[in-house]
């Protein structure tokens, strides 16, 4: 296990956790996280043989640190999970009332194997209260940004708009229905984006102004992670951040 060397302006609770990494194995296990939750998330497992386990490795200010080690074989084409890490603070603020919403993202896969399939991404819901569940009836949308997508996997529904530039990267979008929300995703038309320093405002603003996204509707939740759907690999998250700045 690799661990970051102890950040000077730490907290005693980040390195509290900087001493001990933690490990979750079990499908629906969580841990607090500093600003986060992490949780593994292995909602799909059933539809494949393999295993995958999530570790904390550090908290520093509003950032978290984090990895995912997964194996996973059958049915190509269905995830397997989704461990994350979902911020417990940059939620329950309507578009129209966002100045910004900063995140950063360092990501690496350490490891893979050839040809596997998976996304790296975020996944944030909207819906028309302050608060509720992602992936719930409390949902409108899910917004997914894919920062990787290896293997040939597709995201919900088809193509809408091809080499859309927002927050300076070039993006496909993709839309369709899922249960009661609608799904947009942005995957990268560039390859894969391993440090990601942007303003998610700017995808916000794009769903406003060209999708007919209402500005009344709530950010409800913002997770960040992988769905592997077959292979193995190792996902290194050195660093990352999310937050709504409201107006
Ligand atoms: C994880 O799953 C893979 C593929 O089935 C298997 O080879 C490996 O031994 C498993 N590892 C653990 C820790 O269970
Ligand atoms: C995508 O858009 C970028 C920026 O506008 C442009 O440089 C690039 O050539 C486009 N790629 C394709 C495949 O159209």
Redesign the pocket.
């Known amino acids: 296990m690799r661990l970051v060397s102890a950040p000077t302006a730490a907290s005693a609770l980040s390195l509290a956790l900087l001493s001990s990494a933690q490990t979750i194995t079990g499908q629906y296990d969580c841990l607090p996280a500093g600003d986060f939750t992490l949780c593994q998330n292995l909602w799909g497992e059933l539809s494949g ?3 995958q ?1 999530s570790t904390l490795i550090s908290t520093t200010g509003d950032a978290v640190s984090w990895s995912t080690t997964w ?3 059958n049915n190509a084409n269905n995830v397997k999970s989704y461990a994350n890490v979902l911020s417990n603070t940059a939620k329950g603020v309507q578009l129209s009332n966002i100045a910004s919403a900063p995140t950063s993202w360092s990501w690496t896969y350490e490891t893979q194997s050839d040809g596997i399939r998976a996304d790296v991404s975020y996944d944030i819901w909207f819906g028309k209260a302050p608060s509720g569940v992602a992936a719930t009836s409390a949902s409108s949308y899910e917004i997914m940004i894919w920062l990787s997508g290896q293997g040939g996997i597709q995201p919900v529904g088809s193509v809408t708009k091809s080499n859309i530039t927002v927050a300076g990267f070039q993006w496909d979008l993709w839309s369709g229905p899922n249960a009661n929300w609608e799904v947009f995703s942005f995957k990268t038309a560039s390859g894969d984006i391993t440090d990601f320093n942007v303003d998610l405002q700017e995808f916000f603003t794009y769903l406003t102004e060209n999708e007919g996204v209402a500005s009344t509707q709530y950010v409800q939740a913002i997770q960040t992670g992988t769905e592997p759907f077959t292979g ?1 690999a190792v996902l290194m998250t050195s660093s990352y951040s999310v937050a709504i700045n409201s107006l």
């Open positions: 043989v393999g295993n386990s194996n996973w074989a193995n």
